[in-house]
C-alpha cells in the first residue's frame, strides 16, 4: 500500500509513468510536457524514473545507436512497471 501514491492519484501517475521516455524525448505536446513535469516534481518514483532514462538514453545516443536505444528505453520502462502495483 502506497499513501504516498494515493495522494499523488494512482492513476494519473500510473498514465505519467508510460510517458516518461516520450517526455525525455520532446515528443509529447506542450500540455502533457507541462503534466509529466509537474507529477515528476511531486512523485519520487517517476522522477527515479525519468533520472534512469536520461542515464541510459544519454550513454546510447553517444553511440548513436537509436533503435537499440528504444528497446532498452521500453525494457526499463517495463522493468519499472511490473515493480509496484
Ligand atoms: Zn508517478
Known amino acids: 500500500m502506497s499513501s504516498n501514491h494515493e495522494r499523488i492519484g494512482l492513476f494519473r501517475h500510473r498514465r505519467l509513468r508510460s510517458s516518461v ?6 515528443e509529447l505536446g506542450p500540455d502533457e510536457t507541462a ?6 516534481r511531486v512523485c519520487p518514483g517517476c522522477a527515479a524514473i525519468e533520472a534512469q532514462l536520461r542515464r541510459i538514453v544519454s550513454s546510447l545516443k553517444r553511440t548513436s545507436t537509436r533503435h537499440y536505444d528504444e528497446l532498452v528505453v521500453a525494457r526499463v520502462t517495463e522493468q519499472w512497471s511490473s515493480r509496484e502495483g
Open 35 to 40: 503534466e509529466v513535469r509537474d507529477h515528476l
Open 21 to 26: 521516455s516520450a517526455y525525455i524525448d520532446n
